[in-house]
Every structure is written in C-alpha cells, then in structure tokens.
C-alpha cells in the first residue's frame, strides 16, 4: 500500500490515499443516454431522437429508444445506486420530457418521473445533482432554429424556471448545460451529433446562444430554487499540449469561448480577433454579456484525455469542432489508451484542475464526470454470479482518483467527483459499443451487473480512501 510519500508517484497509481468526509463521491448518467421510453407519457421528440433515427448518424443504427430502460426501472436504480454508498447522483433531466414542445406549460407526467426520482435519492440518502441540459433539445425548438435561434435561449430560461420551481428545494446542486462546446460544436461544426450541422459560423452563433441560456437560466432559478441550492455548469475543458500558439488559439475556441463570458463578463480579444473570417459576431446584442455573466456556487469539471497539437500548416477551411483550427495538426500522444481511442494522462486532470483553479481561484470545481470506455468480457464465477473484471478500468479510475487527491494536497478546492457512468448507456454516435458503467448493463435482458470497477468504488466510498 502506498503512503502520502508517494504523491510524486509518476505514474499516479497511489492506494490509500484518504478523501475528506466532506468530499462528494458520486457517479454521473444523462438522460437520453439511460432512459429509453421516448414516447412515453407526453414526452416529445428531441434532436437525439431524430438524429438517431437519421441512417448512418449513429454507428450500428443504434438509438436511444430503449437505452437502459431507466424510466421503467427507476426503483431498481435507485436500490443499485444505493448500493454503491454514493453521497451524491448527477443525472440529467429531459426537456422534452417537462416541455414536449419546449415551451408551454409543464407535462405533469414528466416532472412527476423526475420527483419521484429526486425523493427517491433523497430517501436513500443519495444527494441529487441535477443537470437541465445533456443535449436533449426538443425538436419542436430546433426546427424554428434550435441553438442558432436566440428565442432558444429565452426557452431554456422558462425550462429551467419550471424544473426549478418544481423541484428547487430538494435538488442539491443545479448544473445549467453539460459541456455546450459538444452542443455547440459537435453539433454545428463537426457534425457528428444531433443536430448534425456542419457550418462554422452557425457553430459560433450556437455556442453564443448557449451561453446566453445558461445566464438566463442561472438567473431564473435563482428566483425560484432555495437559497441552500447550489447553481454550476459543466464543461469539458480540453487540456491541450504542444506548440504554443496552437494550444493559444484552441484554448481560446475550445474553452475560453465559454469560461470568458460566463466567468469573466466578456469574449477573449484573441478569440474575437481569430475567428473573424468566420463570423462578425453580430449575434452578440447589448446587454448580453451583462445576461451571461452571473454568479455560480461551483463550476463543473469533464476530463477524459489530453489533447497534442503541432504548429498550423495552411489554412483553416472546414467546418471543425473548433471552428476555424483545422489548419492546426493533432500529433499522436503515447498510450495507453481507452476504447473511445482517448489517452490515459492522470496528469492532464491535475494540470486542468491546477489551471482553472489559477484562474478562478474563488471558484470551487467539482469533477462531474471522467471515467473510461473499455471492451468489457462478462463471465461467470463458479458460484454462478456475473462477474466482469474490468482492471482496465480500475487502473483508470485509480489514477483520475489519485490526481483528484493530489489537487485537495495542492490547495485546490476540489469538492467532488463523479465517475463516469454508473452504468454501459448509449454513448451518442457511437451508440451501444462503447462501455462507460461502473455497471454493465447487458441491453438483450437489462440485467445490471456490478463490475470489478464499481466494488473497487464502493470500497473506496465506504473507506473514503483509495484501495
Ligand atoms: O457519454 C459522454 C457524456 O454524455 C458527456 N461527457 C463525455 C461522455 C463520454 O463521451
């Protein structure tokens, strides 16, 4: 067993190492990615519906009709999460579940689905960590613009006034958007999700709208959630490594697009200046930054992998996950690897953490999610019991873990993390092959199996140290 004298570890493979009784120990899902039942009791149609259904968006046809049946399954979860000793649960509620249309009055049907989840943590001692958006546009919204559309953003602010008022003095913390730059960017510039838009400049004009919504959503909650409620966001800030000028410029169209206006009240001048011959940022009105701008309690953190760029060669000409770097080459970094491809490098949570904490020191951060996707084999002990031996993964969380601690030792106010999933869910256009959970979920029965990885976690949360 390691001691505190091994925090200079390289390779951040530390065990027992002690977290704070205080520090929130929890586990992470997203509504479209668990919950199936999409036409159930009023829900409308979302853009991860219709993009699923859209041949060849998704890898093998795959679509969030079924998922993990969670809708059908909500006290069984309940007692797995239990289970698990979490302190807290971060999921995610539907849009169009509250607001089939995305805008009207509120579907009973769905807010009912979401108290009864929400009492049902609360019963079992679980905290509810409640995110409003995880990508789960209604498609009623998107075909009058989706995020391209101001009035979306007025929307979100109605949405979130309705969830908040109906569940605002049980829900621990409220998260606005998860990771817009997904919603904005894989969704208007790459392409690769819902709703599948490939233009630059209706990325940048998706990502300001995002922006905005999470301002006024922030401040309808305000006025109606208890003051003991926390308000946060989460994004995925990429750690980029390599020649400076090109980290410089995707930091600034990768994280700075956000983090400026939410957290400092304005766009970074060298973003502005970059993006220029993509857009004027007319979409930008009076007033808006001042709307954006509002005070959050924590800011959430998504880390997975770091990110290796070479100097630019040519020119920036397609539209790109961040809009106008295509001329910026991605060098291959060393392994090991996860199944989704994406380096392991404990080192980059650490450095993320460091950094963001240098820039807002006043700001406390909390992992919302980082996990790993690994080919799981499922077999069968010779008691009969399902067993998968995620080491893999193991290894993984065992050295996120170790960074998150080496952050607390660094002075870092770090109050939590969650891993990343709590159980194999769809994992957007790579569908069902892709296994993220803690627990697997065999999708032919529905059968929830705790893998090595989530005994592994019990034991840390019932220890709070690290096996
Ligand atoms: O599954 C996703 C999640 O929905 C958002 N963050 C990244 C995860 C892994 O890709």
Known sequence: MASP???????????????????????????????????????????????????????????????????????????????????????????????????????PAGLAFYKRLVDGL???GVTPVATLYHWDLPQALEDEGGWRNRQT?????DYARIVGGALGDRVAVWTTLNEPWCSAFLGHGSGEHAPGWQDNAEA????????????????????????????????????????????????AVGNRIFTGPMLHGAYPADLLADTLPLTDWSFVKPGDLELIHQPIDVLGINYYNT????????????????????????????????????????????????????????????????????????????????????????????????????ALQAGIDLRGYFVWSLMDNFEWAYGYSKRFGIVRVDYETQERTLKDSALWYRELIAERRIP
């Open 307 to 406: 990110t290796l760029v070479g100097p630019a060669a040519g020119a920036a000409s397609r539209a790109s996950a961040f809009p106008g770097t295509d001329d910026i080459p991605r060098l291959d970094q060393p392994g090991p690897f996860t199944e989704m491809d994406w380096n392991i490098e404990p080192s980059g949570l650490l450095q993320l953490l460091a950094a963001t904490h240098a820039e807002f020191p006043d700001l406390p951060l909390m992992i919302t999610e980082s996990g790993a996707a690994f080919d799981d084999v499922a077999t069968v002990d010779d008691h009969g019991v399902s067993r998968v031996h995620d080491a893999d993964r193991v290894d993984y969380l065992r050295r996120h873990f170790t960074a998150a601690h080496r």
């Open 204 to 251: 940048l004009t998706a990502a300001h709208h995002l922006n905005l919504a999470h301002g006024l959503g922030v401040s309808a909650l305000r006025e109606v959630i208890s003051a003991t409620a926390q308000i946060s966001v989460t994004h995925n800030l990429h750690v980029i490594r390599g020649d400076a000028e090109s980290v410089r410029r995707i930091e």
């Open 122 to 124: 609360l019963q079992r």
């Open 5 to 107: 004298m091994t925090v200079d570890n390289p390779d951040y493979r530390d065990s027992g190492l002690r977290f704070p009784d205080e520090f929130v120990l929890g586990s992470a899902t997203a509504a479209y990615q668990i919950e199936g039942a999409v036409d159930e009791d009023g829900r409308g149609a979302s853009i991860w519906d219709t993009f699923s259904h859209t041949p060849g968006a998704v890898q093998n046809g795959d679509t969030g009709d079924v998922a993990d049946d969670h809708y059908h399954r909500l006290e069984s979860d309940l007692d797995l999460i239990a289970s698990l000793g979490l302190d807290a649960y971060r999921f995610s509620i539907a849009w169009p579940r509250i607001q089939p249309t995305g805008r009207g009055p509120a579907n």
């Open 153 to 157: 953003a007025y929307a979100f602010a």
